[in-house]
């Protein structure tokens, strides 16, 4: 299982290491670069060239502002992009929100929310579960998981609220 995670500036690295440490927790190997669509798009295009044929399931992008990146990537490839608007511009990301889902038809790029890398992780292992039968088991343990952290929550509050 292979997933590539492309940023756009290292400024962005500490909003998509969340995404990483996912990833690598159900063995998921992950390639991480920095690769500006609008600086370096000869290397960002070389790299599409290597993830393409290296066994890349999955593509993680993440961008602000113009946020071309994601829509860059998914006009190279076939394979699922995800694109995670980061905020930090004068916007606060809603700029890059816009830019990532007003894809055109036939360049899709899946959308998460503002600095939502970590759901961005969550759903690249959807993806990969539709393939590797133990990570759709360990999803399901997980919002199973969820699901008894919520009714805990919901008995303390019930206990706290009801004396």
């Given at each position: 299982m292979k997933a590539a995670i492309i940023m756009g500036s290292t400024s962005d690295l500490p909003k998509i290491e969340p995404a990483v440490d996912i990833l690598k927790s159900y063995g998921v190997e992950v390639k991480v670069r920095c690769l500006s669509a609008h600086r370096a798009h000869a290397a960002l295009a070389e790299f599409i060239d290597e993830v393409n044929v290296d066994g890349t399931d999955v593509i993680i992008t993440a961008a602000g502002m113009a946020a071309a990146l994601p829509g860059v990537v998914a006009s190279m490839t076939v394979l699922p992009v995800i694109g995670v608007p980061l905020s930090g511009s004068v916007l606060d990301g809603t700029d890059a929100l816009y830019s990532i889902v007003q894809m055109p038809p036939g360049i899709p790029v899946a959308t998460v929310a503002i600095n939502g890398a970590k759901n961005a992780a969550w759903l690249a292992l959807e993806i990969l579960a539709i393939k590797?039968?133990?990570?759709?088991?360990?999803?399901?343990?997980e919002r199973k998981n969820m699901a008894e952290a919520a009714a805990k929550a919901n008995e303390e509050v019930i206990a706290k609220f009801e004396n």
């Open positions: 590797h039968e133990d990570v759709h088991q360990r999803l399901l343990i």
